[in-house]
């Protein structure tokens, strides 16, 4: 832990004076000086602020693509980065993306367990759910229970 304040603390110099103002680059440059666990944490919330601004980017243009590429990022960094994703989750997930009309699926919450968000073709919703409920039970053998909402 002492080594990852330090880390952090080296990064909260010159113009930087919110920890929200750090890039990728910035953690890259005080790499040395962090654990690999730190260094991990420390990319995966500096990219998680990019994404989120990057998001509402595209959610005010509609690019539904774009967006759906920031949610899978998402939690792919939420997996590899963060860890707090779990072989359920990440099979939630999995199947989601390769329904055809689903531009992106990420877990939300606190991790380890719970839920999914999926962005999806409002034509395809409901066949969504309907394969997500079976293909879900068959892979790991416990129900999901979907529900559909809508943006606006």
């Known amino acids: 832990l002492q080594n990852h304040?330090?880390?952090?603390?080296?990064?909260?110099?010159?113009?930087?004076k919110?920890?929200?103002?750090?890039?990728?680059?910035?953690v890259e440059a005080a790499k040395e000086d962090m654990?690999?666990?730190?260094?991990?944490?420390?990319?995966?919330v500096t990219a998680e602020n990019k994404r989120t601004t990057d998001a509402k980017k595209a959610l005010d243009s509609s690019d539904w693509e774009q967006m759906g590429k920031l949610m899978n990022d998402s939690h792919d960094s939420l997996r590899d980065d963060y860890e707090v994703?779990?072989?359920?989750?990440?099979?939630?997930?999995?199947?989601?993306?390769?329904?055809?009309?689903?531009?992106?699926?990420?877990?939300?919450g606190g991790g380890f367990g719970g839920c999914t968000v999926t962005l999806v073709k409002r034509s395809q919703a409901e066949n969504l759910m309907d394969y997500l409920q079976d293909k879900y039970k068959e892979a790991v053998d416990i129900d999901c229970a979907c529900f559909e909402t809508n943006a606006c």
């Not at 919110?18 to 890039?23: A, E, G, I």
């Not at 654990?35 to 995966?44: L, M, P, Q, T, W």
């Open 5 to 16: 304040r330090w880390a952090i603390t080296k990064l909260l110099v010159g113009d930087i």
């Open 85 to 108: 994703s779990c072989e359920e989750l990440d099979k939630l997930v999995e199947l989601a993306r390769e329904f055809d009309g689903v531009y992106g699926s990420r877990m939300t």
């Open 35 to 44: 654990s690999e666990v730190s260094y991990k944490r420390a990319i995966h």
């Open 18 to 26: 919110m920890l929200r103002d750090v890039t990728p680059a910035h």
